[in-house]
């Protein structure tokens, strides 16, 4: 994780588990509103084409979001190991 020298450097590791929460978070909402299109058939969709395209579209960028937002858990799952470790002469 982020060292200087020899010393643990606590607030970059709390500032990476940090920014992986958030990728996470916003990764997550994104998917949400791709599912609630694709569910909610919002009429744009007029040539079955173009339907089909759509929807794999949809579901390649849900995949790569998810993949992304696992991404981001694991590492501020590493975060947070890293920062529950314990410290010599803490």
Known sequence: MTRRGD??????????LRDNLGKADA???AV???IERSWSGDGSEDNDD???????????Q???LVESAKLAVRGAI???????KPRPGA
């Open 50 to 60: 173009d339907s089909n395209d759509n929807l794999s579209r949809r579901r390649n």
């Open 78 to 84: 590493y975060a947070g190991e890293e920062l529950a």
């Open 27 to 29: 990764f997550i909402t």
């Open 7 to 16: 010393s643990f450097d606590f607030d970059g590791t709390l500032y990476v």
């Open 62 to 64: 849900v995949a790569h």
């Open 32 to 34: 949400e509103d791709l």
